[in-house]
């Protein structure tokens, strides 16, 4: 039962290198999220996407790419990175029936830029 | 700028007490409230959820929402060291905000035996 994947679980960047996280989700959900953790904070919305084809910008989205070409893969893009994006990052799905579905979270990547 | 506060931690409590977490939304547009319960090193992991005013009990966990007071908390009964963890509070805005959820910035439970 796979649920939300997420790849690499642990990366370590150079200052303006980039990379892209992987996340795929087997359960059919509409609605995919990318958030990132910093230490001792909460969750922040960077990239959401409703659909194939149909994506938008959450809370924090400089630094940031996504795309949605299938229901199932939401690849977050980091370009040069910095620094500041050292965190830990969540992938996420949910059903876009129901108010308030569950959302599940893959099991995190966390991200180092040195 | 929409946000959601916790109240400030650690929270430390013995085992077999009542924990009492509470959380703040500024956004009364906010319909959907949902406390996670996060380990360390994991992702977080959906313990209750609440949409109506009032109370909503799950064995230990009680929810409760007034949003009136646009106030929630979680109270855990009988807390016990597996308790221990970050509790983090969201909100979601119904309609058109596809699912998107606004977190506070967590606070820090530990239940001492």
């Known amino acids: 039962n796979a649920g939300v994947t997420q790849t690499p679980k642990f990366r370590i960047l150079k200052i303006g290198q980039s990379m892209t996280l992987q996340c795929t989700q087997d359960?059919?959900?509409?609605?995919m999220y990318w958030y990132r953790q910093d230490p001792g904070m909460g969750l922040k919305l960077i990239y959401y996407s409703v659909g194939a084809g149909i994506t938008d910008k959450g809370e924090v989205p400089n630094g940031y790419n996504v795309s949605r070409s299938t229901t199932e893969d939401f690849p977050l893009r980091l370009e040069l990175a910095a620094p500041s994006q050292t965190s830990v990052y969540f992938c996420?799905?949910?059903?876009?029936?129901?108010?308030?579905?569950?959302?599940?979270f893959g099991e995190g990547s966390w991200l180092t830029v040195v | 700028q929409k946000e959601v506060e916790q109240n400030s931690g650690p929270l430390s409590v013995p085992e077999g007490a009542i924990a009492s977490l509470n959380c703040t939304y500024s956004?009364?547009?906010?319909?959907?409230f949902f406390w996670y319960r996060q380990y360390s090193g994991k992702s977080p992991e959906l313990i209750m959820s609440?949409?109506?005013?009032g109370d909503k009990e799950d064995g230990r966990f009680t929810a409760q929402l007034n949003k009136a007071s646009q106030y929630v908390s979680l109270l855990i009964r009988d807390s016990q060291p597996s308790d221990s963890a970050t509790y983090l509070c969201?909100?979601?805005?119904?309609?058109?905000?596809?699912?998107?959820?606004?977190f506070g910035q967590g606070t820090i439970l530990t239940v001492h035996p």
């Open positions: 609440i949409y109506s005013n």
């Open positions: 956004d009364r547009g906010s319909q959907s």
């Open positions: 359960m059919n959900h509409n609605y």
């Open positions: 996420a799905s949910r059903n876009r029936q129901g108010y308030g579905n569950t959302i599940y």
């Open positions: 969201a909100a979601s805005i119904g309609g058109t905000s596809y699912g998107k959820l606004t």
